[in-house]
């Protein structure tokens, strides 16, 4: 089987952005956006034009800048949000409009006091009206997740019959379990007509944790395109991250999926972006946490420095991290000891490492963390009790 490529939509200076306290400029999303461009994104969600004249500058100076991936501007079904968008994607070499309405029972009868028949009369005419300005048009069903299939197929066929090129379906509450995410895409794949004229995406929020799972649930069923965003970030609980579909799907070549994006800058990518928004990445966040290349656990402490992959399924290097940490804490073994001790120019026997390790753990217990100026007190220490260490 060959393998095909999954688009990776970026929404960080959109969806990412709406985080409380993470506003950004012009120029830090122009920079975003440069890097962006770099990596390897296919699409970037570069704002909402209509919401204010800093985001209309914004999509506008994005679209001039960036030279591979397509531009894209979200919009409701309402036409002067489209008319808006489409005046500030004028530069893109690549612009798509994002348009779209809620789609769930819940946005039909309580956000739009509507009936279904209506939202899809007001689905064809945001994709019609879209589709007279740009030729590719994002239709967006929102609270998809929480959509009957069936009711949710028949939109998306009026949406590709009025020229969507891609259909997003959105769990946006992030409601869905992996399997009904998967089969919902299923079915769609199969019951969507004109669905070989349009691609797919999955677009996930995080507020039961599942947002990742199911953005590779809908990808495994067959949607091709992932809107993400750098370290998760995004509304509530924050968006499907990018950097772990990414290599969720370079770890598991069976997929047959693979993506444009270049690994080795995921790290300073997600450094940049915790920089400019001013928000800290959490130290356990996969492939780009501080923690996630370090060990402290003496067990798996001596797996790591017997055979690396004892324990690490990623090389750091792949994701741009210089090198995988051994933490010494008062849980590591004499592995570890021996092997900082000698970093830092010790050479210990074994009758010595039995000492000083005696001294390490009095001296680890009373602190989280054992770091390098420490090994050299713990030294002293010993030598002072009359072990001579080399």
Do not use: W
């Not at 506008?60 to 309402?78: D, F, G, P, Q, W």
């Not at 677009?203 to 039961?208: E, K, Q």
């Not at 499907?240 to 290599?247: H, I």
């Not at 009758?351 to 390790?357: G, I, K, R």
């Amino acid at each position: 089987m060959s393998t095909e490529k999954v688009e990776i939509f970026d929404t960080t200076l959109r969806d990412g952005e709406q985080v409380p306290g993470c506003k950004l400029n012009t120029a830090q999303k122009l920079k975003i956006a440069s890097r962006l461009d770099e990596i390897g994104v296919n699409v970037i969600e570069a704002g909402f034009p209509v919401s204010s004249p800093g985001d209309f500058k914004s999509v506008t100076e994005i679209s001039k800048l960036v030279k591979n991936a397509t531009v894209c501007a979200l919009t409701r079904a309402v036409k002067n949000d489209i008319e808006v968008a489409a005046e500030a994607l004028k530069y893109a070499k690549y612009p798509r409009i994002h348009t779209g309405i809620g789609t769930s029972d819940t946005h039909i009868k309580y956000k739009f006091n509507s009936t279904r028949e209506e939202i899809i009369e007001r689905a064809i005419m945001a994709v019609s009206y879209a589709k007279s300005f740009v030729e590719d048009v994002e239709f967006y069903a929102e609270d998809a997740g929480r959509t009957d299939n069936e009711f949710l197929a028949r939109v998306c066929t009026a949406a590709v019959k009025a020229g969507a090129t891609v259909l997003n379906i959105p769990d946006t509450t992030g409601y869905c379990l992996p399997e009904e995410y998967g089969q919902k895409i299923k079915y769609l794949k199969e019951n969507v007509k004109g669905i070989e004229n349009a691609r797919l995406s999955c677009h996930c929020h995080n507020d039961l944790g599942m947002a990742t799972a199911n953005a590779i649930a809908g990808v495994a069923n067959g949607a091709r395109q992932i809107e993400c965003t750098i370290n998760g970030i995004g509304e509530r609980a924050g968006n499907t991250a990018l950097e772990e579909v990414v290599m969720i799907l370079r770890q598991h070549p069976h997929l047959n999926l693979m993506t444009d994006i270049n690994p080795k800058l995921l790290f300073d990518t997600s450094q940049m972006v915790s920089r400019e928004m001013g928000m800290y990445v959490q130290p356990n966040k996969a492939i780009v946490g501080a923690n996630a290349f370090a060990h402290s656990s003496g067990i798996h402490q001596d797996g790591m420095i017997k055979n690396k992959q004892t324990y690490e399924i990623i090389d750091p290097a792949d994701v741009g991290v210089t090198e995988s940490a051994i933490i010494l804490t008062a849980r590591s073994g004499r592995a570890a000891l021996a092997y900082k001790a000698k970093k830092m120019g010790y050479e210990l026997t074994k009758l010595q490492l039995d000492t000083v390790y005696r001294e390490f753990l009095n001296y680890a217990d009373l602190r989280k963390e054992v770091v390098d100026n420490d090994i050299h007190v713990i030294m002293e220490l010993s030598r002072k009790r009359n072990i001579a260490i080399a």
